[in-house]
């Protein structure tokens, strides 16, 4: 049996160019990615990612567009499944009070079920790609990049 992992992820930049990215900790394992996460059974792309949104952060969004869709084999860090990540630019709706750390992995709160994260704002100009601990997330950067200067923020 082959196993497929499908994830969705949001690309956030603010009013002031900052780009919201997220560090987490699960199964001893640290790493930086976009916030976002897995597909359940039934739901689409983009309840997936307004619903992880919501969970992670308090944020309503808006899906602005598409970024990026995996086109290479990506193996989970996880277990046995193949990873398939969909990366979409999106727009906060409404106002939130999330704990912005200034410091990589800078864990404070209890962990939600083994789960560690921590919220971080990085000026789109100085995020690179080797910042994201995946390659699917660092190819996706690269790609918003190609068209961050065309496409409103």
Known sequence: MYLFNVRVY???????????ISDERTENVSF????????????????????????????????VRHIYTTDFWEKSSFN?????SIYYQV?????????IRTEVFDFR?????GKLQSFRLIPL????????TFKTD????????????????
């Open 91 to 99: 727009r906060c709706l409404n106002e939130v009070d999330l704990k």
């Open 80 to 84: 046995e499944s193949q990873i398939i």
């Open 138 to 153: 660092q190819v996706a950067w690269l790609e918003f990049l190609k068209v961050a200067d065309k496409i409103k923020l």
């Open 10 to 20: 949001g690309i956030l930049v603010n009013e002031r160019g900052e780009v919201l």
């Open 32 to 63: 930086t990615k976009f916030p976002g996460g897995g597909l359940e059974y039934g739901e689409g792309l983009l309840d997936a990612l307004k619903r992880e949104y919501q969970e992670e952060t308090g944020m309503e969004i808006e899906v």
């Open 125 to 132: 100009k100085v995020l690179q790609a080797k910042d994201f």
């Open 109 to 113: 709160e209890e962990s939600i079920e």
